[in-house]
């Protein structure tokens, strides 16, 4: 298990923000987890348990709802053995901990 850092700007209106995670692109984000409610702040951190693709969805909510807005973030994480994921010395990888941006939107705001 490794923690993802992810920062976002703040969104007008919102009262916390949840991080939802899964392995493909457009969802589910369905990874154990998912979702994690940070609270009101605009960084937060996602465990996740495996080597490979992630990808990940920032969410606003207030007394009103929850909304989805800004680009889905992705990428690769490598962490602990990667013997077996055809990875050879020198192979570009994306440390696990980048801290990625974006920017959600909430109704009401």
Request: charged share 10%; net charge neutral.
């Amino acid at each position: 298990m490794a923690l993802v850092y992810i920062s976002w700007a703040a969104s007008p209106g919102a009262t916390g923000y949840k991080i939802y995670a899964g392995r493909t692109l457009g969802g589910p984000y369905t990874a154990p987890g998912s979702p994690t409610d940070v609270g009101n702040v605009t960084i937060g951190a996602f465990d996740i348990n495996a080597s490979g693709f992630w990808a990940f969805v920032i969410s606003a909510y207030n007394a009103l709802g929850e909304g989805f807005s800004g680009p889905e973030l992705s990428g690769w994480f490598f962490f602990g053995d990667t013997a077996g994921l055809g990875l050879t010395e020198g192979t570009a990888q994306r440390p696990v901990g980048t801290v990625l941006r974006t920017k959600t939107t909430v109704r009401g705001s």
